[in-house]
Nanobody
Framework: QVQLVESGGGLVQPGGSLRLSCAAS????????MGWYRQAPGKERELVSSITSYGRTKYADSVKGRFTISGDNAKKTVSLQMNSLKPQDTSVYYCYAEVVVIETLVLREYWGHGTQVTVSS
């Protein structure tokens, strides 16, 4: 199996910064994509940002210019640097990865348990 462990959430004032990190481990043959989704109370889960194994990135319009995603294929990690945070960024942030599993060589999606980000004065 594959595990994703997130770290770096917390409470920050508007305009502040946080950095989220996620590490993948387990029966990993290769990772195609890693990224972050978020879900606020009463809202649907939405893509924040993703990065492919080739380094191609994607961002939600609401975070462009403020958030930066980076990945390390060798370490199987992904990080999200979040700057100029706004109260509307408050959500639970979930790491996800599209992984080819060793046992089956099938591409599957995995999720972390989530980390809370609260932006408030």
């Amino acid at each position: 199996q594959v595990q994703l462990v997130e770290s770096g959430g917390g409470l920050v004032q508007p305009g502040g910064s946080l950095r989220l990190s996620c590490a993948a481990s387990g029966s990993i043959f290769s990772i195609k994509v890693m990224g972050w989704y978020r879900q606020a109370p009463g809202k649907e889960r939405e893509l924040v940002s993703s990065i492919t194994s080739y380094g191609r990135t994607k961002y939600a319009d609401s975070v462009k210019g403020r958030f930066t995603i980076s990945g390390d294929n060798a370490k199987k990690t992904v990080s999200l640097q979040m700057n100029s945070l706004k109260p509307q960024d408050t959500s639970v942030y979930y790491c996800y990865a599209e992984v080819v599993v060793i046992e089956t060589l099938v591409l599957r999606e995995y999720w972390g348990h989530g980390t809370q980000v609260t932006v408030s004065s």
